[in-house]
């Protein structure tokens, strides 16, 4: 018995009758068309001219949407059946994780790539041949990427001018590009406050619906979105803040809980009394360790909270685990669950505690941590839309400043890169014999595409530009980029057109291995479904 496949020759059946499975050229090219069309998603998106996407659940009930112009986050919210778009999928989501930025790069990368491939395979070049040129072609490409960085860390001023280049790059393409300057000494400011550190926890981001996304500012210290219980004071100056993780809420008899039987409501009252006795000794142990705030994780009901408060104790509750975590690092305390040892508790401090307004809403502020590098940022926005887009597009700014501060080594933006990268690969495939050749000019032509679809999205002359900024870059002008606003060939340093170069090691990288990857696939088997007992 079998079955006959997609080009009708009749098989032997092993597999289940269920399975499926694709053979030679019908699974190379359903590999092809997955990630092709992947790379075609997100490919408007690419660039400061690049377009948003609406991103709506599939499930009626659910009503939010998202709009957004980021690779990842469009990539993370489609479901697809195509195993090599998982791939590319894959690669997007790992390089949002590791560097921040370049996520639409690294899967139109990888899409342009094996567009050439299916070229060079129509015309008979074995994949094997074809990976072979394209390693040679990757690593002549990352050998100029590395020649051509710039590294200005030793000089403060010029190495903040770069920070702020790059954090712009990375917002021009994003939601805050009408508030640029404003966002790019945000971002910078809170990221160097890290002192090197790639903590991103210590910058809190807090979004608040209401103004405009100008009104968002840097505030000193940290923010925790709590109020102060009613009957505490307000404001503590260098006090000692306990952080705790523990129940505070036994101060009534609990019915649900467990059954009690008694034979007269006397028995009951004793009951309450002695719960209200153990909650005494309780908060007698906490405020043994002479705490000036107490900052629990968990509820704190009224009698607990009365009994500190009379001690002259700002209580805070219900700072949920992020708040807790954040803090503890914060103010530098331990979190405490038990009471019993006050001399080995580590408590918190910092200058001031208050409450302020942001918007409508009260929150507490804590200035002059124990870890001077927190910082919260509060963004301000009309919708929870543009607060959500703000966000993401913040917290790429962040990741890519973090790495540009851990590896300080920046490259040109607007195609120049990817147009030099390009120029090595085409002199390595004039000294290379043999079919490889055509692969490495493959790969060439891949990482000029980048650059046009770019100058595409903004409505240029592609073909023009890219020719026109190909010989600007062959005569020897190291700084060549486009100038996406004029429409032409303009000055990246000038323009302050930055990148930083582990953003563009790590697409180049990922999205070679991806194609790699997929190119070498030429068998997609399906398993059956596992049958439920009774069906």
Not at 98 to 124: M, N, P, Y
């Amino acid at each position: 018995a079998g079955r006959a496949d997609e080009a009708g020759n009749v098989n032997p059946q092993i597999f289940d009758e269920e399975a499926e499975e694709s053979k030679g050229e019908m699974a190379r090219l359903t590999s092809f068309v997955g990630a092709i069309a992947i790379s075609e998603l997100v490919k408007t998106t690419l660039g400061p001219k690049g377009m948003d996407k609406i991103l709506k659940s599939a499930d009626p009930n659910e009503q939010k949407i998202t709009v957004t112009n980021d690779g990842a986050t469009i990539l993370k919210s489609i479901y697809v059946d195509n195993a090599a778009a998982k791939i590319l999928i894959d690669i997007s989501k790992t390089q949002d994780e590791e560097v921040g930025d370049g996520t639409t790069t690294v899967a139109v990368l990888g899409g342009e790539l094996l567009r050439e491939a299916e070229q060079l395979i129509i015309a008979k070049i074995h994949p094997q041949i074809i990976i072979q040129g394209w390693r040679l072609a990757k690593d002549a490409a990352r050998k100029t990427l590395l020649s051509i960085a710039s590294d200005h860390s030793q000089d403060t001023a010029v190495f903040r001018r770069d920070l702020e280049s790059i954090a712009g790059t990375t917002l021009s393409s994003k939601l805050l590009v009408q508030e640029k300057e404003h966002f790019v000494n945000l971002a910078v400011d809170a990221v160097l406050r890290l002192r090197g550190s790639d903590d991103l926890k210590l910058i809190q981001i807090i979004k608040k619906a209401g103004g405009n996304l100008r009104d968002s500012f840097l505030a000193d210290g940290f923010i925790l979105e709590k109020k102060i219980a009613s009957k505490s004071p307000k404001v503590k100056i260098t006090p000692r803040i306990l952080v705790a993780n523990t129940p505070m809420d036994y101060d009534k008899i609990k019915i649900f809980g467990s059954k009690v039987k008694v034979d007269s409501i006397d028995k009951v009252a004793e009951i309450e009394a002695a719960e209200r006795e153990k909650m005494k000794r309780k908060v007698d142990k906490i405020l043994a360790h002479k705490p000036s705030i107490f900052i629990n994780r968990q509820l704190i009901y009224d009698y607990p909270e009365s009994l500190m408060a009379e001690q002259g104790v700002m209580v805070i509750e219900h700072a949920d685990f992020d708040g807790v975590e954040r803090l503890s690092s914060v103010l530098g305390a331990d979190i405490l669950s038990t009471f019993d040892s006050p001399e080995t508790a580590k408590l918190g401090t910092c200058e001031l505690v208050d409450e302020i307004m942001i918007g409508e809403d009260k929150v507490i502020r804590f200035q002059g941590c124990h870890e001077g590098r927190a910082s919260t940022i509060v963004l301000r926005g009309a919708s929870t839309h543009i607060l959500d887009e703000a966000e993401r597009s913040l917290h790429d700014a962040l990741c890519v400043l973090t790495q540009t501060i851990k590896n300080s080594k920046v490259v040109y933006g607007g195609g120049n890169t990817e147009v030099t990268m390009a120029e090595a690969t085409d002199e390595l495939a004039r000294s290379i014999p043999g079919k490889k050749s055509l692969a490495i000019e493959a790969y060439g032509r891949a990482l000029r595409k980048l650059p046009m679809i770019v100058a595409d999205n903004g409505g240029l002359d592609s073909a023009e530009i890219i020719s026109q900024l190909r010989a600007e870059i062959h005569n020897g002008n190291t700084r060549a980029g486009i100038d996406i606003n004029k429409g032409c060939v303009g000055d990246m340093e000038e323009l302050g057109i930055k990148e930083c170069l582990r953003v563009k090691e790590q697409a180049l990288l990922a999205a070679s291995e991806a194609a790699e990857m997929i190119l070498r696939v030429d068998e997609i088997v399906k398993a059956a479904p596992r049958r439920r007992e009774g069906y």
